[in-house]
């Protein structure tokens, strides 16, 4: 059995990774994506509102569990008996990061695999950090994260 795990910051979950989500779960039985909670790291949202806005964006994937861990990912991924690491690559410019922590992850746990999913072409572009700095500037963020949490990420910063 194939236990998937999609880690991230998802600060906030955008619509190319809902979009990784979904492909993942068409092809995965058991897929959790994993919110990191990083001390060092101060984000625009709490582990709480990220999981619950993860959660109503995966409404209607039954099957989809939503968790947090904190430290190694491979610890996590022991922890819950994880085999399969799945990722998203939007361009070029991804691949260094994710090329060293695949090969980080896979020397500290051999029976773990890295799988990386194409984002989608339309989402190329996309990330949870262009999304704050438009919404801080009063930009449109339609179609750029899950509908069901557009109003929160907009209200972060309504002034
Ligand atoms: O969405 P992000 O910020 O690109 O996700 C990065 C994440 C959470 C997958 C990565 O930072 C991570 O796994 N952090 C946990 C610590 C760890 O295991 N790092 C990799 C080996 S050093």
Not at 15 to 26: F, T, V
Not at 30 to 40: F, G, H, P, Q
Not at 65 to 73: A, C, W
Request: aromatic residues 8%.
């Amino acid at each position: 059995m194939i236990k998937c795990v999609y880690p991230g910051s998802f600060d906030p979950i955008t619509s190319g990774h809902l979009d990784i989500i979904c492909r993942a779960a068409a092809m995965f039985d058991d897929v959790t994506v994993a919110v990191l909670v990083n001390k060092n790291k101060k984000p625009a949202f709490t582990a709480e509102q990220r999981m619950d806005f993860i959660r109503r964006g995966t409404a209607n994937m039954p099957g989809v569990k939503v968790d947090s861990f904190s430290g190694l990912l491979v610890d996590y991924m022991r922890e819950k008996r994880a085999n399969l690491v799945i990722r998203g690559l939007r361009a070029i410019s991804d691949f260094e990061y994710e090329f060293q922590m695949a090969a980080m992850n896979a020397k500290l746990a051999k029976n773990i695999e890295t799988i990386f999913l194409m984002t989608d072409i339309s989402h190329s572009f996309l990330s949870s950090s262009m999304v704050k700095e438009l919404a801080y500037h009063g930009g449109d963020i339609t179609g750029l994260v899950p509908d069901a949490i557009k109003e929160d990420v907009i209200q972060l910063y309504d002034r």
